[in-house]
């Protein structure tokens, strides 16, 4: 609430003007607009004499950034409801504020009144009649108001009117007011010396506290720069001696008239004595970015990424477009978080190289919310198109493939000491993103229910919807046509070697006979194993073409004797499957491929279509989407379908030593790291100095500079982990709570750790075991548990195709020693029907 309110009457300047800037809003006529270009706020005021002025009118002025408008009471009725009650003055005149009714006084925040005399008990009468309502006084007739007058009137709550021609910038006289004589004539203090506590602000940010004296607010509010009062040296003009100088844009006085706030653009070093911007420490946040990108656009050197970004309009147009999208895929709290800091930043950029603040932006944001007229706010044309084209909000967005690098700064790892930790930062450690399964769940279950309903007419809908392919047929039949197959020599004998290592290994995980066990005499117990007759077979497409996943999933398919085995995986551009997952589709004997992705592919996988047979359990590894429709169906007993095991971000965690090679390290971090920006890579370390731990990050900097994703890494390494330990027991004990999708051992005795490890998803040991071998050709599976469930689930091998029956046999003689004992339970849980199948056939042995 202001001390007092100027009312512009024609006898005013520019000077005068601005210093009452300074110090809060003005009441203006509309022919007094427009004013001259100076920033000060505005309350419009339109009486009987305003030509042409109606609704319109007053909606035209608020959007144009008056605060608030000021009306006769006559006009109520066509404002109040349709303007915001905290835009919206009345105008009375002392006679008939008995006139104004309840609709009125709770439409309005505030009360201009017009009275010949300052008549405390009316005032006081008025005040409680507009409970609520701030209350402006202006004494018609009246000369210039006394200091007391001022005081008085604010001191009860009210604001007293003054008309410019009773203010000046001279020396208050009979005649006219000094205006800094009326904004300190209410203001009180507490405190011996009559010093006002002044808290000091640059853009919303707290410099420090001072003092200030009524010499010193006077001083300020006529000159337009920082003075305080000094307890020890007197009036002190800021800068005077260092040239830190200050220009004050606002005095405010808070609620009890006791401190004020000076709002301030600090010139030079800084607030502070000790050079800092400010004397509560370092500027943090928005602010801080602000001020470095004003440094570097002053200072960058030629060549460098922030040089690049100040001189090539079209690089940054190019950034800020990147990054918004970015931002609109983003799922999690973190990625929500990650990616709006990375569009803030290049349009922060933007801003400082066309001369543009955070303050400026905070200006139009509180413009456009003065705003009456609202537009519709739908989006252009062009973006609803390249959004429908993309994705939709219900939809799965399709892969995007990697961009520039986006910085020159080191690429690094945040590092933690687990000897220093506290329980809840070793929690925090071992966290993954959270996973809003049932968000995700809710927005694919459409598309699951379209294609449980339509079939093929819904799956070729969604293909060309989300894969962009118009196809006649999603399945390709067996024999497949050889020029389908054709793949490069040297990738064809890769894959035969791969195939043939991951089939050696299945194949010994088979179990040649059945287990028979005589749990006693005569009684024979056995478990034998049967292949599921029918498995899909989810191979991600997008930017990465993956036979690697046909043949983790297909080779042990086929070893365990499934009947049907059916791929899915998306189709290129052009409607075709990769020819080396055809490759793959035909060496481990698919009967159908499925050209779909996403969520359609695993719902016609789960309930089958006209052409698509159905399957018995789904596998794969794939985006939230997939893995969202893959929970879903699970849980749907039409179905009747399982799947292999949840699934989430890519995993590594890798254990080193003083023996390990950091190019190595590096390496293995790296190889899962550009999977995706929600990657997780976790290095711990065992003893290493901060020389070879700095080692290894000059590594993966180095490393990852010369690899194509490294706009990926750039995203996912700085959210990924070094954990400090001092022995292998403490790292590997830390790697079995985080239990990790792949966990690689860079250690002098690397197979001897291996007995310690008991969560884990696959175990890389020793330096010549890059976790890429287990990916493609080793032997070992790579669909593994991600997210932790490393605890509770095995890596996809030979028996996840399989189901296990048991079997007993029992002779009567096993039977006249067995069946008293099952009598016995059966009647203790009161089954009879149990009991009588045993003593029946007992009652024959007798």
């Not at 905290?86 to 439409?107: M, Q, T």
């Not at 706010?377 to 690098?405: H, I």
């Not at 004998?493 to 005589?518: C, G, M, S």
Request: glycine content about 6%.
């Amino acid at each position: 609430m202001p001390v007092f309110l100027p009312l512009l009457d024609g006898n005013y300047n520019e000077d005068l003007l601005q210093a009452l800037s300074r110090i809060g809003p003005v009441i203006v006529p509309p022919s007094y607009l427009p004013l001259p270009d100076i920033d000060v706020s505005r309350y419009i005021l339109l009486d009987h004499a305003a030509s042409g002025a109606n609704l319109d009118t007053i909606i035209q002025y608020l959007d144009q950034g008056a605060d608030k408008v000021i009306v006769p009471l006559a006009w109520a009725k066509e404002v109040v409801g349709i303007i915001p009650a905290e835009r919206l003055i009345i105008l009375l005149d002392v006679s008939n504020a008995s006139a104004v009714s309840d609709s009125v006084r709770n439409g309005i925040s505030g009360v201009l009144v017009k009275t010949p005399t300052l008549d405390t008990d009316f005032i006081s009468s008025f005040t409680r009649f507009f409970a609520g309502a701030k209350i402006y006084i202006l004494q018609t007739g009246s000369s210039t108001p006394p200091q007391s007058t001022i005081r008085d009137l604010r001191r009860a709550g009210t604001t007293l009117i003054i008309p410019s021609s009773a203010l000046t910038l001279e020396a208050t006289s009979t005649e006219r007011i000094n205006i800094a004589d009326a904004f300190v004539a209410p203001l009180v203090s507490d405190r011996p010396d009559g010093l006002s506590p002044t808290v000091v602000t640059e853009e919303g940010k707290s410099l420090g506290l001072v003092y200030s004296s009524s010499l010193s607010v006077k001083e300020s509010i006529l000159t337009g720069k920082g003075v305080y009062q000094s307890r020890k040296h007197g009036l002190w003009r800021k800068g005077e001696t260092s040239g830190a100088t200050q220009t004050v844009f606002g005095i405010r006085v808070d609620c009890d008239l006791d401190a004020l706030e000076f709002d301030v653009a600090q010139v030079g070093a800084g607030f502070c004595h000790l050079n800092r911007p400010s004397c509560f420490g370092e500027t943090q946040g928005l602010y801080a970015l602000q001020k470095t990108l004003q440094s570097r656009l002053d200072e960058a050197p030629e060549g460098s990424y922030t040089r690049r970004l100040f001189n090539d309009p079209n690089l940054l147009r190019a950034k800020i477009m990147e990054e918004a999208e970015e931002l609109c895929d983003a799922q999690t709290q973190e990625e929500v978080a990650f990616e709006a800091a990375d569009l803030i930043y290049f349009a922060l950029t933007k801003c400082i190289a066309n001369g543009v603040t955070i303050s400026d932006i905070e200006r139009s944001l509180d413009k456009k919310a003065k705003k009456i007229t609202r537009r519709k706010g739908d989006a252009k044309p062009k973006w609803v198109e390249n959004t429908q084209a993309t994705a939709s909000s219900s939809t799965q967005p399709p892969p995007r493939p990697a961009a520039p690098a986006v910085s020159d700064g080191p690429i690094r790892m945040r590092t933690y000491d687990l000897s220093t930790a506290t329980p809840e930062t070793r929690s925090q450690l071992l966290r993954r993103p959270v996973l809003k399964s049932d968000e995700m769940i809710a927005k694919v279950k459409p598309i699951v229910d379209d294609v449980r309903n339509r079939g093929d007419a819904a799956l070729l809908e969604l293909t060309a919807k989300f894969d962009r392919v118009q196809l006649d047929s999603t399945v390709i039949f067996p024999p497949f046509a050889p020029e389908s197959m054709e793949v490069e020599e040297s990738v064809r004998q890769a894959i035969d070697v791969a195939y043939a290592n991951v089939e050696k290994f299945h194949a010994a995980q088979n179990e040649k006979t059945p287990l028979r066990v005589e749990t006693m005499p005569g009684v024979v117990c056995s478990r034998f194993a049967r292949p599921i007759a029918r498995v899909g077979l989810y191979v991600p497409g997008g930017t990465a073409i993956l036979p690697s996943t046909a043949l983790m999933l297909g080779v042990p398919a086929q070893v365990a004797g499934c009947k049907e085995i059916v791929l899915a995986t998306p189709p290129r551009p052009d409607g075709s499957i990769s020819p080396e997952v055809m490759y793959v589709a035909h060496l481990v004997g698919a009967s159908a491929i499925l050209k779909a992705g996403g969520a359609q592919a695993v719902a016609a996988l789960a309930y089958g279509t006209e052409t698509v047979p159905k399957v018995d359990k789904i596998f794969g590894p794939g985006n939230q989407w997939v893995t969202a429709a893959k929970m879903l169906v699970q849980n749907d007993t039409d179905a009747l379908v399982s799947i292999d095991m949840p699934a989430g971000p890519s995993e590594v965690l890798v254990v080193a030593d003083s023996t390990c090679n950091p190019a190595f390290v590096a390496a293995d971090l790296l190889s899962q790291a550009e999977h995706g920006v929600d990657s997780q890579v976790v290095l711990v370390t065992v003893n290493l100095s901060q020389e070879e731990i700095a080692a290894i990050e000059d590594e993966v900097d180095a490393q990852a500079r010369a690899l194509p994703r490294v706009e990926i890494m750039r995203q996912s390494l700085p959210k990924s982990l070094i954990v400090k330990t001092t022995s292998v027991e403490e790292a590997i004990q830390f790697s079995n709570d985080y239990a990790p999708e792949h966990l690689i051992l860079h250690l002098l005795d690397a197979p001897g750790a291996v007995p310690l490890v008991q969560n884990a998803g696959s175990v890389f040991v020793g330096p010549y075991s890059p976790e890429s071998c287990g990916d493609y050709a080793s032997g070992t599976n790579h669909t593994l548990p991600t997210n932790g469930y490393a605890r509770q689930f095995s890596g996809v091998n030979t028996q996840s195709f399989q189901k296990h029956i048991t079997s007993q046999e029992v002779t009567a003689d096993g039977l006249r020693v067995l069946g008293p004992v099952v009598v016995t339970l059966a009647d203790c849980e009161g089954l009879g029907a149990h009991a009588n199948a045993v003593r029946i056939r007992l009652s024959t042995l007798s």
